[in-house]
């Protein structure tokens, strides 16, 4: 089923001014969602941080769904490019494996700690249309295809099929990062937890290599 056009916005804004009145919003979006949380938020109420009439609102927005896409998309493509620039470093400054690992693993953490009551917001409380849905396997799979080629780099035929190590690696480390900005563990900093999930996937790749 075709998700439905209420969760998209109106019309892509062509001018500067339009893209900056949407950019005000959206990130106006991301400031309510996290102070008032998804469900006590209203178009109302971004329009008036964002500093544009309800009217300029809804000329690029129909309703709250469609401005949470927006964001998302936003998000999405903040987590590709800094992946994507991740994965061109390793490659011309030819990091270990290891160091692979520990500035991807890093990145993903800062990435959802950066602003952790609205990840909690946007992956908890807003509602998952198929819009949405859409945006976040999006996301994963631009991610794990970055990914799979940093695998293949390192690992060359140790990896028979870097694709699936790469979607098992992301799938495991952004749940373990989503866990731990909802509900860390007890004395459990940052750094800790980079450490521990870059030797359990070292740990996972390097049993795979042994076994292949």
């Given at each position: 089923m075709a998700?439905?056009?209420?969760?998209?916005?109106?019309?892509?804004p062509t001018q500067e001014r339009s893209r900056a009145t949407v950019d005000a919003i959206v990130e106006a979006a991301a400031r309510v969602f996290e102070a008032?949380?998804?469900?006590?938020?209203?178009?109302?109420?971004?329009?008036?941080r964002a500093g544009v009439s309800i009217g300029s609102l809804y000329q690029y927005f129909p309703n709250k769904d469609s401005i949470?896409?927006?964001?998302?998309?936003?998000?999405?493509d903040d987590g590709a490019r800094l992946i994507a620039e991740l994965a061109a470093r390793?490659?011309?400054?030819?990091?270990?494996?290891?160091?692979v690992l520990e500035h991807f693993v890093e990145a993903l953490v800062e990435y959802h700690l950066a602003a952790p009551?609205?990840?909690y917001v946007l992956l908890?409380?807003?509602?998952?249309?198929?819009?949405?849905?859409?945006?976040?396997?999006?996301?994963?799979?631009?991610?794990?295809?970055?990914v799979s080629g940093l695998i293949d780099l390192k690992?060359?035929?140790?990896?028979?099929?870097?694709d699936i190590v790469a979607w098992l690696i992301v799938h495991a480390v952004e749940g373990l990062a989503h866990e731990f900005v909802v509900h860390p563990p007890r004395e459990t900093n940052r750094d800790t937890l980079v450490r521990e999930v870059v030797t359990l996937i070292e740990g996972y790749l390097t049993r795979r290599g042994e076994t292949n």
């Open positions: 998700p439905s056009s209420v969760a998209f916005p109106r019309r892509k008032r949380g998804y469900a006590h938020t209203t178009t109302n109420h971004i329009a008036e949470l896409v927006a964001l998302l998309e936003h998000h999405a390793a490659e011309v400054e030819d990091w270990s494996l290891r160091a009551r609205l990840q908890n409380e807003a509602p998952r249309p198929p819009a949405v849905v859409a945006l976040r396997h999006q996301l994963e799979d631009r991610i794990a295809e970055l690992l060359g035929g140790e990896a028979p099929r870097p």
